[in-house]
């Protein structure tokens, strides 16, 4: 369907476009890159089930209420929670459930584009044969000049930033639905050769034990914070990305459904990416705590020495690039729609600004390598949770129940209770209580300012 600048919503064509829509803002670095690391970091299975736990129990059921959210009204967050607060007679500050959005979505983009820019330079890289048979000490070495290199870096940001402004000036059905479509289970099948071939030459035993043996000794409650914040994380929860393609979604298509196979999809895929990753990362004596690197500098020993690795790696980092890209956009839609509907700024115009702003923050990113950890951490870890808190209370207890069961006349009664238990009771007790207990990690991110 085209796009009109005067149009206040735009409408996906089919239930299917909207699955892949949200499969592809939720599909991007948070499964490939961020999965991997953070599992590294705080020490595999037991961190994993939490993970998987959060999923389950509270992203699920808050991504259904961004969606009912967002579809009611048809508008940006801002405006469909201020549009809903008038209909459910609720105080218009609820409001700040969109506004904390779009900044959490813009504080993501900070960093999240210079990571897709290291994707790039791998695109580049391998397409230049510079991975053929590498080692592991070259490639570890490779990345820290990368991460040195700011000019270098810039301008891949740059490259990655203006990619994603294209897609919002031009909006986001134009294209995106049918690329996703194709690019996602090629993905999907180059992720599962790596898998086949981390099998044959890496420590798979060992990495599969490493993810799925679950010992609670090596679990912290720092882990628990930090597996709760990466479930909204990977699901593109709590900023209103999911709400404002809520908006876009038709009437008649079923919440609940389209969120179990999002859901579904954006897990297994986390899970294969780390199924590729923890044998080569074992098999190199890469240690699992290697942070943010861990992605870039195991991959590439896969694919300097697998026959055609040139091409496999290149198309891996091509399509790692435009699923970043896809989430990419979404981060920053909620701004761009609210500019657009609320101002009545042309798309291009919105995008441009918001891109700016971004934009600026990445060069902050580049040159204090402390901002990029403070807007890792403070965005999951806080910001999301934060908002998919907000957005539960406002579902749950703000919104009339015949409002909400309205949205979700496909449920059974029962079915139906479950959601609203969770949202009214369960999620918003287990996300403060996860919030509030991490003292220590409080205290370490409060140490990144000093
Ligand atoms: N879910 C995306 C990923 O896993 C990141 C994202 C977060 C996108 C929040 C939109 C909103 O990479």
Not at 340 to 348: E, F, M
């Amino acid at each position: 369907m085209a796009i009109d600048d005067n149009q206040a919503t735009i409408g996906w064509s089919s239930r299917w476009t909207f699955i892949l829509a949200a499969t592809g803002s939720a599909v991007g670095l948070g499964n490939i890159w961020k999965f991997p690391y953070i599992t590294g970091e705080y020490g595999g299975g037991a961190f994993v089930l939490v993970y998987l736990l959060c999923i389950a129990i509270i992203g699920i059921p808050v991504m259904m209420s961004e969606i009912l959210i967002g579809r009611n009204k048809q508008q940006n967050p801002v405006d469909a929670v201020l549009s809903l607060s008038k209909s459910e007679k609720v105080s218009p500050a609820w409001s700040i459930i969109g506004i904390l959005g779009i900044l959490t979505g813009l504080m993501i983009m900070m960093f999240y584009s210079i990571v897709a820019g290291w994707s790039l330079d791998y695109v580049y890289a391998t397409a230049n044969g510079q991975f053929l048979q590498i080692t592991q000490t070259n490639i570890a070495s490779y990345f820290e000049q990368l991460r040195a290199n700011s000019p270098l870096q810039l301008a891949w940001h740059t490259a990655f930033t203006l990619l994603t402004a294209g897609v919002l000036a031009a909006g986001i059905n134009r294209g995106l639905g049918n690329a996703i479509r194709i690019l996602m289970p090629i993905l999907f099948i180059l992720l599962l050769l790596l898998v086949g071939y981390s099998y044959q030459i890496g420590h798979f035993a060992q990495a599969f034990n490493f993810l799925f043996a679950v010992d609670f000794s090596k679990l912290t409650g720092e882990a628990v914070l930090v597996a709760m914040g990466h479930a909204f994380f990977t699901l593109s929860l709590g900023m209103g990305a999911i709400m404002v393609y809520g908006s876009y979604m038709t009437k008649s298509a079923s919440i609940a459904n389209t969120v179990l196979t999002v859901a579904f999809l954006d897990t297994l895929i986390a899970l294969i990416a780390g199924l590729a990753i923890f044998p080569l990362v074992f098999a190199n004596n890469i240690t699992p705590s290697a942070g943010p690197g861990l992605m870039f500098v195991s991959l590439p020993l896969a694919f300097g020495a697998l026959p055609y690795g040139e091409i496999f790696g290149t198309v891996f980092f091509v399509l790692i690039a435009i699923a970043a890209w896809s989430s990419a956009v979404s981060l920053l839609e909620p701004g761009v729609a609210l500019l657009n509907q609320r101002l009545g700024w042309s798309r291009p115009l919105s995008a441009l600004l918001i891109a700016l702003i971004t934009w600026c923050g990445g060069l902050g990113c580049i040159y204090y390598a402390q901002l990029f950890d403070v807007l890792d951490h403070i965005t999951a870890n806080y910001m999301l949770p934060l908002g998919g808190l907000l957005i539960s209370i406002f579902a749950g207890w703000k919104m009339r129940r015949k409002t909400v069961r309205n949205e979700l006349k496909e449920l059974s009664l029962g079915q139906f209770n479950l959601w609203y238990g969770i949202s009214r009771v369960i999620a918003p007790i287990a996300i403060f209580v996860i919030f509030i207990a991490q003292l220590e990690l409080h205290n370490k991110i409060l140490r990144l300012f000093q």
